[in-house]
């Protein structure tokens, strides 16, 4: 520790030569790295979005039960305790007709005088249930098995397409989570191939003085970790600006998606990608030193 | 200090490069190895520097023994040792301190003590007022006084210096030779190679290793 501490000037020195050296190659590789971490960044939040709103959404999630009309009371309370009886069914409520009618015209607004052409109230009295979003498939299906129950209402068909727009960005996530560590390795591991070519005298120099390996390895090793974790770190930066800005235009677009707030997830994502981007920086500049070594 | 037995040097090509010989070469010694280019002189200076190993034999480097590929050990005779290179492998933009504080930052030692060694070396080789020019400044000759400061400075047992006069008009040479001679008074061993005999003329005492095509005649003079 105290030869690195000893040694902080010299290899600060070291650090910023190598990367004079192949300037040109070090700052496209610096915005590569940058883009790079932005596309993850941007596929990472869509895929926390995407899975908050899932969230929110299935948590409001109720399942309408109808019923044969003119039930006696006993048939009622039976019905009633059925459906309480099904595996993940968390409450239920019963809705008058009355109330139907009531919550219709405040979905309705200022469309509700279509309503006034009915001359009775044109809604039944209904069951709703709360329930376990993962057990709604065999909820319905028992649903659809009790006795008196006449139709069943759960929005299968939105929630079925919203889970598998979910199970496609979490796919996009993986791809591009993938191919992100593969392009930083190889970039990374390039750039360090690069300044050890460059600076092939100096190594064997070094070398032929009985330097230490972990002497002459450490400024491009650290090169790797600096190049890669700025690059995360600007992207993060360029990230926190954007969702911002899109958090904003986003909000009250699409009435039945609430907005989220992204404040939290942006930090949590920033240092995240600086934390891989990091350890990513350690393993392709170990990896690239390796590559050289091995044909010396 | 080296003892050499029964050692021959061969490159995986077939080339023969040194045929087999025997020599020891003792603590504090003056040891020039002559001979035209081609003749093994840097391929014995290679043996001893730990960049290659006896195809047979028994070599022995500072009581340890060369003979395969161990990076830790080499690296430990290294750091003993004080190599001169005839094109002087300096660090191009940095100061003359720099780059003899280079050849000690990683030895276990203060960073003043470092810089005092340095410094005194610098000065030895009498290049006292130039501490802080970069290296790309100075001449030739002056290039080569740096070398050997870095290869002084930290007290190795050893100096291997190659063909430190090549590049150098005769009178630098000669003053290049006197210095590097001069360490042996601090019972420091001293290896020189040079193709120019004519230099060495006036060096009486010493070992005297005269190479030709991989063969070597070995003379001590006292």
């Known amino acids: ?296 | 200090m080296i003892v050499a037995k029964k050692v021959g040097l061969s490159y995986p090509d077939g080339t023969e490069a040194l045929k087999t010989f025997d020599f020891h070469i003792e603590k504090g010694e003056l040891v020039f190895i002559t001979g035209p280019s081609g003749s093994g002189k840097t391929s014995l200076l290679k043996l001893i520097l730990g960049m290659e190993f006896p195809t047979h034999g028994s070599f022995e480097v500072l009581g340890e023994s060369i003979q395969s590929d161990n990076t830790e050990k080499i690296q430990m005779i290294r750091r003993s040792m004080g190599p001169v290179f005839q094109e002087f492998r300096l660090l191009e933009g940095r100061t003359v301190l720099e780059n003899v504080m280079l050849g000690m930052r990683f030895l276990d030692l203060p960073l003043h003590t470092i810089k005092n060694y340095a410094i005194q070396s610098i000065e030895r080789v009498g290049l006292g007022h130039k501490l802080k020019h970069t290296v790309d400044r100075l001449s030739w000759g002056e290039c080569q006084r740096v070398s050997i400061a870095r290869a002084v400075a930290r007290k190795p047992v050893l100096i291997i210096a190659d063909e430190p006069t090549g590049n150098l008009d005769k009178e630098n040479a000669i003053n290049i030779l006197e210095l590097l001679t001069s360490f042996t008074d601090t019972d420091t061993t001293v290896i020189i190679t040079t193709h120019a005999t004519h230099l060495i003329e006036d060096f009486h005492n010493g070992v005297f290793i005269k190479m030709n095509a991989g063969d070597m005649q070995i003379e001590r003079r006292i």
């Open chain 1, 1 to 296: 520790m105290s030869k690195f501490i000893k040694n902080g000037g010299y290899f600060f020195r070291e650090i910023k030569t190598i990367f004079m050296l192949n300037k040109t190659s070090s700052i496209l590789s610096l915005v590569s790295l940058t883009m790079i971490f932005f596309i993850l960044m941007l596929t990472v939040s869509g895929w926390w979005m995407s899975n908050t709103w899932m969230g929110l959404i299935s948590d409001e999630a109720e399942i309408s039960v109808y019923y044969v009309s003119g039930l006696n009371p006993y048939a009622f309370d039976e019905l009633q305790e059925d459906i309480e009886k099904i595996d993940g069914v968390n409450g239920l409520s019963h809705i008058e007709a009355s109330e139907a009618y009531d919550d219709m015209e405040k979905i309705l607004g200022g469309d509700a005088k279509v309503l006034e052409s009915f001359t009775e109230n044109p809604f039944d009295p209904y069951f709703e249930l709360s329930f376990d979003f993962e057990n709604r498939l065999n909820i319905v299906k028992e649903l659809n098995e009790t006795k008196n129950v006449s139709f069943v209402r759960d929005n299968q068909d939105v929630l079925d397409q919203l889970e598998n727009i979910i199970d496609f960005i979490e796919i996009i996530g993986i791809v591009v989570g993938l191919s992100v560590s593969i392009s930083t390795f190889i970039i990374t591991s390039h750039i360090i191939r690069e300044g050890i070519h460059s600076n092939r005298e100096h190594i064997r120099t070094l070398r032929l003085l009985g330097a230490p390996t972990w002497f002459i390895n450490f400024p491009f090793v650290t090169e790797g970790i600096l190049i890669t974790g700025f690059s995360a770190f600007v992207s993060g930066l360029i990230f926190t600006i954007f969702s911002g800005r899109l958090s904003n235009a986003f909000e009250g677009t699409v009435q039945f998606l609430p907005a989220l707030d992204m404040s939290s997830m942006t930090l949590v994502l920033w240092v995240s990608v600086t934390a891989l981007a990091l350890l990513l920086g350690m393993i392709s500049s170990a990896f690239g030193l390796k590559l050289v070594s091995k044909k010396k």
